[in-house]
């Protein structure tokens, strides 16, 4: 076993520190406080050749690895969570799906513009009555001729307002539940589509969530993506693919909290010296650094199973539920440990701890991964 990033890894957590630290970094507090959409920083990303960092170089992208991927996703949540998110979702499930199960015509078309930028995806599958209940879905897609009629709405989606490109989960059965849905590819310019509502939301405030409206939409049948009735196995692989995704996000956000808590220790001085020189201090800062690290390896062996083409069903929910807790009680303490200080929105800490915590709810609560992983575990060791 070799703990060792390459160096290849290396140079891409490089690259993405130094643009997050210098690019990202500096108007992060503003992005948040006026939840804007930083449309600057995004077209230099693409610019940079960031939107296609997980599509493969026959496709003009970069073909990174997934621990690379994970790699980028923290330097970037780091900085901002929001900025993190909103890549994730393009070079994660936005991509994913279309990679495995899109036919070639649709890769030759659809995947270099994705790597390009000029595609930005979405990932529709929630809505007011189904998320984890993916069979309650009661958006449909009826055929008509040589076409889909799309009716329904998806509620909550990242990149929703700004995505050229939306994959989205609609019975094209009706009446069989999820052994009737289908994963269909919807661009923002199809006739009854329309983004109705974006959300103000408690933290990730920069990227954009929107509810979307499909009123008698249509697109072609070519835009079927893998088999008819086969949706759900897609959208519950691309969730696999993405959940690694959010702990690397859950684990920027608790790297930044804790070297933030861990200066103010060394420098904030009470009754004649640092306040780091307290024991109980000293040792909520040792479990939040062992806790990261655990987290972070169990985020790059998910990854690397991945990349192995191993399943990671059971490893990808361990490694979002165990990261995302722990990034929870790290920016808890860190806030504890600032004080006054760390409670307000002057104070970096105050944004990871709200940014941290939509990272237990989205792409599967911690609830549905804990059943996740209780059912791998029942079929490994319940015979």
């Known amino acids: 076993m070799n703990f060792e990033l390459t160096e290849q890894q290396l140079k891409y957590r490089s690259a993405f520190r130094k643009f997050a630290q210098e690019?990202?970094?500096?108007?992060?507090?503003?992005?948040?406080?006026?939840?804007?959409?930083?449309?600057d920083i995004f077209d230099e990303m693409k610019q940079m050749g960031f939107y296609g960092f997980?599509?493969?170089?026959?496709?003009?992208?970069?073909?990174?690895?997934?621990?690379?991927?994970?790699?980028?996703?923290?330097?970037?949540?780091?900085?901002?969570?929001?900025?993190?998110?909103?890549?994730?979702?393009?070079?994660?499930?936005?991509?994913?799906?279309?990679?495995?199960?899109?036919?070639d015509e649709q890769k030759k078309e659809l995947l270099p513009k994705m790597a390009s930028g000029e595609i930005?995806?979405?990932?529709?599958?929630?809505?007011?009555?189904a998320g984890s209940d993916a069979g309650n879905i009661e958006t449909t897609a009826v055929r008509d001729g040589d076409e889909f009629v799309i009716n329904g709405t998806k509620r909550y989606i990242t990149n929703g307002k700004?995505?050229?490109?939306?994959?989205?989960?609609?019975?094209?059965?009706?009446?069989?539940?999820?052994?009737?849905?289908?994963?269909?590819?919807?661009p923002s310019d199809a006739p009854g589509f329309r983004v109705v509502k974006t959300e103000n939301k408690m933290g990730q405030r920069c990227s954009d969530t929107a509810t979307l409206e499909f009123k008698d939409c249509r697109i072609p049948v070519s835009n079927l993506l893998g088999k008819e009735n086969r949706g759900l196995s897609i959208a519950l692989k691309a969730l696999d693919s993405g959940r690694f995704g959010v702990a690397s996000i859950a684990i920027g956000c608790a790297q930044a909290a804790f070297e933030k808590a861990l200066h103010h220790a060394q420098t904030r001085v009470?009754?004649?010296?640092?306040?780091?020189?307290?024991?109980?201090?000293?040792?909520?800062?040792?479990?939040?650094?062992?806790?990261?690290?655990?987290?972070?390896?169990?985020?790059?062996?998910?990854?690397?199973?991945?990349?192995?083409?191993?399943?990671?069903?059971?490893?990808?929910?361990?490694?979002?539920?165990?990261?995302?807790?722990?990034?929870?009680?790290?920016?808890?303490?860190?806030?504890?440990?600032?004080?006054?200080?760390?409670?307000?929105?002057?104070?970096?800490?105050?944004?990871?701890?709200?940014?941290?915590?939509i990272c237990q709810i989205y792409e599967g609560t911690n609830q549905i991964q804990r059943w996740v992983i209780a059912i791998q575990l029942i079929r490994e060791f319940g015979k």
Not at 95 to 103: E, H, P, Q
Not at 162 to 186: D, E
């Open 120 to 129: 930005l995806t979405s990932f529709a599958l929630t809505e007011e009555n």
């Open 54 to 103: 997980t599509i493969r170089e026959e496709f003009g992208g970069s073909g990174a690895d997934s621990v690379s991927f994970a790699i980028a996703l923290e330097e970037l949540a780091r900085a901002a969570a929001g900025v993190a998110v909103a890549f994730a979702v393009h070079n994660s499930i936005g991509s994913f799906a279309l990679d495995v199960y899109g036919t």
């Open 270 to 357: 009470q009754f004649g010296k640092t306040i780091i020189s307290n024991q109980g201090i000293e040792f909520m800062l040792a479990e939040m650094g062992t806790q990261i690290e655990a987290a972070r390896l169990m985020i790059y062996r998910a990854a690397w199973r991945k990349d192995q083409g191993l399943p990671i069903g059971k490893e990808a929910a361990m490694a979002k539920m165990y990261a995302t807790e722990v990034a929870e009680m790290v920016t808890y303490r860190a806030v504890q440990i600032l004080g006054g200080a760390g409670y307000m929105k002057e104070n970096d800490v105050e944004r990871y701890y709200r940014d941290q915590r």
């Open 162 to 186: 700004y995505a050229n490109l939306h994959s989205i989960s609609a019975l094209t059965t009706p009446g069989r539940g999820k052994k009737g849905l289908s994963c269909l590819l919807v």
């Open 23 to 39: 690019r990202i970094d500096p108007i992060a507090q503003e992005l948040d406080e006026k939840a804007l959409y930083p449309h």
